[in-house]
C-alpha cells in the first residue's frame, strides 16, 4: 500500500493512542523517513513542523513511545499509532495526555485533568518536546 504523503507536504497526520488504556495521547506528524525509523527502531519518531526536522519522541524527556502496532485510516492519509508510554507523561506541559483541556459550550475551556510531572524539571525553561 502507498501511502499518501504528498496531501499535506511529505507529512501525514499520527495519532498515539496507548495499547493498554485506549486514551489518546498527543497528534503528531509523520514524513517517510520518521516513518521508517518509528517502524525499524520501534519507538516513535515525528518530523517537528517547528523546528523543521527529525526527532524521536523522548530524546530530551526520557518519555519514550514504544511501537505496538500502526494502523492506515481508508484514504492512506493519516496513521493510528498504538503505542506503550514509558514515563508519567507525553505532554511537554506535564500532563500524561496533550489532551488535558476540556472545551466548554460558552468556548472557555478549562484543565481536565492533573498534571503528571513537573515540566520544568524535566525540560528546564525551554519546552519543545
Known amino acids: 500500500m502507498e501511502l499518501s504523503f504528498d496531501k499535506m507536504g511529505g507529512l ?5 493512542q496507548d495499547d493498554l488504556s485506549s486514551e489518546v495521547l498527543m ?8 516513518l521508517a525509523l518509528s517502524q525499524k527502531g520501534g ?10 526536522k527529525l526527532w524521536k519522541k523522548g530524546e530530551t524527556s526520557g518519555h ?5 502496532s500502526i494502523f492506515v485510516d481508508c484514504d ?5 499509532i498504538r503505542v506503550e508510554a514509558l514515563g508519567p507523561g507525553v505532554c511537554h506541559e506535564g500532563y500524561a495526555s496533550c ?3 476540556k472545551l466548554q459550550a460558552d468556548g472557555s475551556s478549562c484543565v481536565a ?3 503528571t510531572f513537573n ?5 528546564g525553561k525551554q519546552r519543545t518536546e
Open 12 to 16: 501525514i497526520p499520527a495519532v498515539i
Open 27 to 34: 497528534l503528531g506528524f509523520v514524513n517517510k523517513e520518521s
Open 43 to 52: 519507538e516513535v519518531h515525528f518530523f517537528s513542523r517547528s523546528r523543521n
Open 64 to 68: 519514550v513511545l514504544r511501537v505496538k
Open 76 to 80: 492512506a492519509d493519516a496513521l493510528l
Open 99 to 101: 489532551f488535558f483541556r
Open 113 to 115: 485533568l492533573e498534571r
Open 119 to 123: 515540566p520544568d524539571e524535566v525540560y
